[in-house]
C-alpha cells in the first residue's frame, strides 16, 4: 500500500480541491462519518449500547479539529453522550471548523473551551467517566514540539484509562518521520484518511497509532496515481503478488543456483546459516564456497548445503589470485553471495575490487563483504549485473561516512539516496528495514520484533533474498519478499512463545510458516494465525 508524507497528503488535499473541484468540508464530512461507524461498533462492544455510552471529543482549531466536531455530530445523533473539549477560542478556528463549531452549537452539544489549567482539569475530570476520548487535536502537518496547554492536554490524556481513538494520525507525531514532537498520544485505534502517512509507519510513530483503519474520503484515485508516491509498506497482499505457485513439471534446476562465497577462520557458521536459508526458502541447488582449507569444516555443518574450496595457500582466506578458480567454480550460478564470515583482512578489498566486474549474474553483498568495500565504493560502479547491499546502520555508516544518528534519523532518504547514485538496491536493516531501489521506489517492512536481536539473523535474511532472486524474482522483489518473511517467521514464533528469544536458526525452521502465512494457507498443524492490525 502506498504511504504519503504530511507534505504529499497536503498536496492530495490541495489537489483534490482546486484541480477537482471537491469542497473542503466535503472531504471533511466524509473523514468523520468514516470515523463513526467504527467508534460506535468500539461503542457497542464496551457498553453494549451506543446510547449508553459517552464519549469526549477533543479538537484543536484546524481541520483537524473539524474532522473531530463532524464526529461528535454524528455521534450525538445517534444516542451517543458527547461534550466537545476546543482547544481555541471560536474566532481562532480554521473556516472550515468554525463551520463545524456553529452546528454543533445549533445542535445544543455541549462544547467547552480549554484555555487554562482549569479547563484541562476539567478534561481529565471527564475523562474519568467517559467510555471513548476522540483526539483531533492535530493533524499531519504538525513540525514542531506541543508546548503549553496541547501539551498539558495530550499529557492528561495518555494518563487516563479511557481508549483514545485517533484522527487521521495521533496528535505529536511527526507525519513525515514518525518522530515524537515533545509528547504525542498514545492512541487505542486510529482512522487514518485516504492514504496512511509515514509517521504511521516508522518508528516510533506506529507505536502511538494502535489499529489502524484507511478510509477513502474522496481523493481521486488519479490524484493519487499522479502524486507519484514512491513509498509503499509492504503486507501480505503486496508480498503475496510477489510469489508464485510451482507448476507440476518444476524440477530443482528451475528453482534457482545460489552460490555463496564466504567463510574464515571462526567464521565458517554465517555462510552455512546463509545456506540454510537458501534452501528453507526453496532454492533448488546451494553451494558454500570457502577457503579450500576450510572447506572439512564447513562441510561437516552441511547436509542438503553442497560445499565447494577454493585455493587459499593454507590461510583461511580467500585472496585476490584465486578470483579465476572462483569463478570458474560458480559459473553455473543464477545468484552470487559475497560476505557472510569473509572476514577482515589484508587483501580482501583488493579480492572484493577484483571480484565485482566479473560476476554476470545478480549478486547480494552482506557482512563483511560491505565492510570490504568501505573507502572504495566506487567498486560498485564497475560492477555489470544487478546488485543488492544488506547493510545495517553500522555498515551503512562505513559506506556513505554519514554517522549512525544522521542515517537513523532519515533512514529512508539515506537508503534512497545511496541507492540511486551507485545503482543498486540497498536493504537497510533495523527496526523498519527499508529497501530503496535504483529507480528511487522504497518500501518499508513492517513485520519483524526485537526479539530477533542476535547474530545470524543478518546471514539468514541474505540467503532468504538470494533464494528468490535465483527462482526469477527481480532484486526488488526477492528483496521485499525476502525481508517481509524474514520478519513474518519470527513474528508468528513470538506469537506462539511471546517474549522468548529468537534465533537465526529458528526463523530458517519457520520460513515455511511464513509462507503458508503470507500465501493464505493454514499451516500444518493447526489454523492460520491472524495478524495484528
Same mark, same amino acid.
Given at each position: 500500500m502506498k504511504?504519503?508524507?504530511g507534505?504529499?497528503?497536503?498536496?492530495l488535499?490541495?489537489?483534490?480541491i482546486?484541480?477537482?473541484?471537491i469542497p473542503?468540508?466535503l472531504?471533511?464530512?466524509?473523514a468523520g462519518r468514516?470515523?463513526?461507524?467504527?467508534?460506535?461498533?468500539?461503542?457497542e462492544?464496551?457498553?453494549g449500547a451506543?446510547?449508553?455510552?459517552?464519549?469526549?471529543?477533543?479538537?484543536?482549531r484546524?481541520?483537524n479539529g473539524?474532522?473531530?466536531?463532524?464526529?461528535?455530530?454524528?455521534?450525538?445523533?445517534?444516542?451517543?453522550?458527547?461534550?466537545?473539549f476546543l482547544?481555541?477560542e471560536e474566532?481562532?478556528?480554521?473556516?472550515?471548523?468554525?463551520?463545524?463549531s456553529?452546528?454543533?452549537r445549533?445542535m445544543?452539544?455541549?462544547?467547552?473551551?480549554?484555555r487554562?489549567?482549569? *479547563?484541562?482539569?476539567d478534561?481529565?475530570?471527564?475523562l474519568?467517566?467517559?467510555?471513548?476520548?476522540?483526539?483531533?487535536?492535530?493533524g499531519? %502537518?504538525?513540525s514542531? $514540539?506541543l508546548?503549553?496547554?496541547?501539551?498539558?492536554v495530550?499529557?492528561v490524556?495518555?494518563?487516563?484509562?479511557a481508549?483514545?481513538?485517533?484522527v487521521?494520525?495521533?496528535?505529536?507525531?511527526?507525519a513525515?518521520?514518525?518522530?515524537i514532537?515533545g509528547?504525542?498520544i498514545r492512541?487505542?485505534?486510529?482512522?487514518s484518511?485516504?492514504l496512511?502517512?509515514l509517521g504511521?509507519?516508522?518508528?516510533?510513530?506506529?507505536?502511538?497509532c *494502535?489499529e489502524?483503519d484507511?478510509?477513502?474520503?474522496g481523493?481521486?484515485?488519479?490524484?493519487? +496515481?499522479?502524486?507519484?508516491?514512491?513509498t509503499e509498506?509492504l503486507? /501480505?497482499?503486496?508480498?503475496?503478488? #510477489?510469489?508464485?505457485i510451482r507448476p507440476?513439471d518444476?524440477?530443482k534446476?528451475d528453482?534457482?543456483?545460489?552460490?555463496?562465497?564466504?567463510g574464515s577462520?571462526g567464521?565458517t557458521?554465517a555462510?552455512?546459516?546463509? %545456506?540454510?536459508?537458501?534452501?528453507?526458502?526453496g532454492?533448488?541447488?546451494i553451494?558454500?564456497v570457502?577457503?579450500a582449507?576450510l572447506r572439512?569444516?564447513?562441510?561437516?555443518k552441511?547436509?542438503?548445503v553442497?560445499s565447494?574450496?577454493?585455493?587459499?595457500g593454507?590461510? *583461511?582466506y +580467500?585472496?585476490k589470485?584465486s578470483?579465476?578458480?572462483l569463478?570458474?567454480?560458480v559459473?553455473r550460478?543464477d545468484?552470487?553471495v559475497?560476505? $557472510?564470515?569473509?572476514g =577482515?583482512?589484508? %587483501?580482501?578489498?583488493?579480492f572484493?575490487?577484483?571480484?565485482?566486474?566479473?560476476?554476470?549474474?545478480? +549478486?547480494?553483498?552482506d557482512?563483511d563483504?560491505?565492510n570490504?568495500?568501505s573507502?572504495q565504493?566506487?567498486?560498485?560502479?564497475? =560492477?555489470v549485473?544487478?546488485?543488492?547491499?544488506?547493510?545495517?546502520p553500522? /555498515?551503512?555508516?562505513?559506506l556513505?561516512r554519514?554517522?549512525i544518528?544522521?542515517?537513523?534519523?532519515s533512514?529512508?532518504?539515506s537508503?534512497?539516496?545511496?541507492?540511486?547514485?551507485?545503482?543498486v538496491?540497498?536493504?537497510?536493516?533495523?527496526a523498519?528495514?527499508?529497501? =530503496?531501489?535504483p529507480?528511487?521506489?522504497? +518500501?518499508?517492512?513492517?513485520?519483524g520484533n526485537?526479539y #530477533?536481536?542476535?547474530?545470524?539473523?543478518g546471514d539468514?535474511?541474505?540467503g532468504?533474498?538470494?533464494?528468490?532472486?535465483?527462482?526469477g524474482?527481480?532484486?526488488?522483489d526477492?528483496?521485499?519478499?525476502?525481508?517481509f518473511?524474514?520478519?513474518m517467521?519470527?513474528?508468528l514464533?513470538v506469537r506462539?512463545?511471546p517474549m522468548s528469544?529468537?534465533?537465526?536458526i529458528?526463523?530458517?525452521?519457520?520460513i515455511?510458516? =511464513?509462507?503458508q502465512?503470507? #500465501?493464505g494457507?493454514?499451516?500444518?498443524?493447526?489454523d492460520?494465525?491472524?495478524r495484528?492490525?
Open positions: 504511504v504519503a508524507s507534505r504529499q497528503m497536503a498536496d488535499d490541495k489537489i483534490t482546486e484541480k477537482y473541484g473542503a468540508l472531504l471533511m464530512e466524509n468514516s470515523c463513526v461507524e467504527r467508534i460506535l461498533h468500539l461503542l462492544d464496551k457498553v451506543a446510547e449508553e455510552a459517552s464519549v469526549a471529543v477533543v479538537c484543536g484546524g481541520n473539524g474532522d473531530g466536531m463532524v464526529i461528535a455530530r454524528h455521534l450525538h445523533n445517534r444516542g451517543v453522550y458527547v461534550e466537545v482547544l481555541a474566532d481562532d478556528l480554521s473556516k472550515d471548523a468554525k463551520v463545524q456553529d452546528i454543533l445549533r445544543d452539544v455541549e462544547v467547552r473551551v480549554i487554562d489549567t482549569e *479547563g484541562v482539569e478534561l481529565r475530570t471527564y474519568e467517566e467517559v467510555h471513548l476520548c476522540v483526539d483531533a487535536i492535530l499531519t %502537518g504538525l514542531s $514540539p508546548t503549553g496547554i496541547v501539551r498539558e495530550v499529557e490524556i495518555n494518563l487516563s484509562l481508549p483514545v481513538y485517533a487521521d494520525i495521533p496528535s505529536g507525531i511527526d513525515t518521520t514518525g518522530r514532537l509528547e504525542a492512541a487505542d485505534y486510529t482512522g484518511f485516504g496512511l502517512k504511521q509507519v516508522l518508528l516510533p510513530g506506529s507505536i502511538h *494502535g489502524t484507511i478510509f477513502d474520503i481523493i481521486p484515485s488519479k490524484a493519487v +496515481f499522479d502524486a507519484d508516491i514512491k509498506a503486507d /501480505e497482499r503486496v508480498v503475496k503478488s #510477489m510469489l508464485s507440476p518444476f524440477h534446476g528453482a534457482g543456483r545460489v552460490f555463496i562465497v564466504g577462520p567464521m557458521g555462510p552455512c546459516l546463509a %545456506g540454510q536459508a537458501a534452501l528453507r526458502m532454492a533448488g541447488l553451494t558454500v570457502a577457503p582449507s572439512p569444516i564447513v562441510e561437516s552441511l547436509m542438503e553442497m565447494m574450496g577454493v585455493a587459499d593454507d590461510t *583461511g +580467500f585472496r589470485e578470483i579465476p578458480e569463478m570458474e567454480k559459473t550460478a545468484v552470487i559475497i560476505g $557472510p564470515g569473509l =577482515a583482512y589484508p %587483501g580482501v578489498g583488493e572484493i575490487a577484483e571480484l565485482f566486474p566479473r560476476i554476470k549474474v545478480p +549478486f547480494i553483498v557482512a563483504g560491505l570490504a568495500l573507502g565504493i566506487q567498486v560498485l560502479r564497475t =560492477a549485473a544487478p546488485c543488492i547491499l544488506t547493510p545495517h553500522g /555498515e551503512m555508516s562505513r556513505t554519514e554517522s544518528e544522521a542515517i537513523e534519523a533512514r529512508i532518504g537508503a534512497q539516496h545511496f541507492a540511486e547514485e551507485q545503482n538496491t540497498v536493504i537497510l536493516k533495523g523498519r528495514t527499508i529497501i =530503496a531501489t529507480k528511487g521506489d522504497v +518500501f518499508i517492512n513492517t513485520t526485537p #530477533m536481536a542476535s547474530g545470524g539473523m539468514a535474511l541474505t532468504m533474498v538470494a533464494a528468490l532472486a535465483s527462482q524474482l527481480s532484486p526488488t526477492a528483496a521485499c519478499a525476502g525481508v518473511l524474514h520478519g517467521s519470527a513474528d514464533l506462539k512463545h528469544a529468537v534465533s537465526a529458528d526463523v530458517i525452521e519457520n515455511r510458516e =511464513a509462507v502465512h503470507t #500465501m494457507e493454514p499451516p500444518m498443524g493447526g492460520t494465525p491472524q495484528d492490525t
